[in-house]
């Protein structure tokens, strides 16, 4: 029995997880970015992206051209719909559409940068957060590890955050050493 699966078609539900992704990530997403993302086990049909995408722009986000690409970034209204509005989501849903926003846009940032590691955190409906790290291999330039950790709090998820970004060579080693 194939179990089914849960997408998001509505409109106005659209709208409210990309606010909910951009402000989770805390960073712009491209169209291209929102695309992949939400192509994922075709959790949202691209034609309602586009839909939504279009309906939002200049009341929930704001839309900026940069090297002819759009880049869609929340408004106030569109971080009030994010915190407000998202929990009429299902969490599944926002899980799975955040993983993927973290492994798009980590790769298109490390990409662009360069760097070998990046780090991102969502803050959960009860205060918690889910801190994602990824690292690429220097060599590959593949993915090495993903992992996914809890922290009780935005600012432990912060502390975890800079410690890895300070010193993310001594955090590789030390997952090398373990893992090897």
């Not at 929102?34 to 994922?40: G, K």
Request: aromatic share 8%; proline share 3%.
């Amino acid at each position: 029995m194939e179990i089914p699966r849960i997408r998001v078609e509505k409109i106005d539900d659209i709208c409210v997880l990309i606010c909910h992704l951009i402000y989770s990530l805390g960073c712009p997403l491209s169209k291209n970015q929102l695309i992949e993302i939400t192509s994922l086990e075709d959790a949202v049909n691209y034609f309602g992206l586009i839909k939504a995408l279009d309906k939002a722009n200049g009341h929930l986000l704001s839309a900026v051209e940069i090297d002819d690409e759009l880049i869609y970034s929340n408004t106030e209204f569109g971080t009030k719909a994010a915190r407000e509005l998202s929990t009429s989501i299902p969490l599944s849903i926002r899980d799975k559409m955040f993983q993927e926003a973290v492994r798009v846009y980590t790769r298109d940032a490390m990409k662009k940068k360069g760097t070998m590691v990046a780090v991102r955190y969502i803050q959960n409906s009860d205060n918690t957060c889910t801190v994602g790290v990824r690292i690429m291999d220097e060599e590959t330039t593949n993915q090495k590890y993903f992992l996914e950790m809890n922290a009780d709090n935005p600012e432990k998820a912060d502390l975890i955050k800079n410690k890895i970004k300070k010193d993310p060579k001594a955090f590789i080693k030390y997952l090398d050493d373990f893992f090897t």
